[in-house]
């Protein structure tokens, strides 16, 4: 069945340093591709998602390039930032039926 | 942004009980979903819901459990009766394509 998979449970980093959080994929279809981001005590927002066009999707300094070739879909930006320490969520959706299927997570913290 | 919330944050109930676990979706979303977090495992899927009906559920929804959104109102999640393992947190979502909008969850316990 489709699976995400998300190798690091935990990442620090200083401020100013690049981010790139991992997330690999399995699926029979070509699915699209999500990353949430969670702050403490709050809901799951969506970051980003995968366009059919392959075009790079960017938000908040944050972009994630959909890899077929290698079913990847990482997260980068180039300068983390204290306020980007969260949890990061990476998902896929296949077949249109809707439901997300996630990864483990990945804790980022940010240290000054 | 748009916001779902859900009520109650904390729920805390013996097993055999019933519980009923409520999300406010976003006022025009027509599609309807809920997920488990068990402690340090992954968010999965259990349930999502259109147009009044369920559309797929996952093993996890057992026959325990039911959704429902009467009079277009909550969008409700039931228990009967619970067990141990249904301590965990639950999220609500709704969208009006593929973006889903999450609320905060409720924290379930049952002792």
């Known amino acids: 069945g489709d699976s995400v998979t998300q190798t690091e449970g935990l990442v620090t980093l200083t401020e100013g340093l690049p981010v790139m959080l991992n997330c690999t994929y399995q699926s029979t279809y070509s699915p699209f591709l999500f990353w949430y981001v969670q702050h403490l005590n709050e809901a799951p927002k969506l970051l980003l998602k995968s366009f059919t066009d392959n075009k790079r999707p960017e938000h908040q300094g944050f972009h994630a390039t959909l890899h077929k070739s290698s079913s990847s879909f990482h997260l980068q930006k180039s300068s983390a930032q204290l306020s980007d320490s969260a949890l990061y969520y990476c998902a896929l959706s296949a077949l249109n039926t809707g439901k997300l299927i996630f990864g483990l997570g990945t804790t980022l913290q940010v240290q000054p | 942004g748009p916001k779902v919330l859900q009520i109650p944050s904390h729920q805390i109930i013996d097993m055999g009980q019933m519980v009923t676990l409520n999300c406010d979706p976003v006022s025009n979303h027509l599609y309807f979903y809920w997920y488990k977090q068990i402690l340090g495992q992954q968010m999965e899927f259990l349930v999502n819901f259109y147009n009044g009906k369920v559309m797929e559920k996952s093993k996890l929804f057992k026959d325990q459990f039911s959704v429902e959104r009467p009079d277009g109102s909550y969008f409700t999640l039931k228990i009967q009766p619970t067990a141990l393992e249904d301590s965990a947190v639950y999220f609500c979502?709704?969208?009006?394509?593929?973006?889903?909008?999450f609320g905060p969850g409720t924290r379930l316990t049952v002792l």
């Open positions: 979502a709704s969208s009006r394509t593929d973006e889903q909008y």
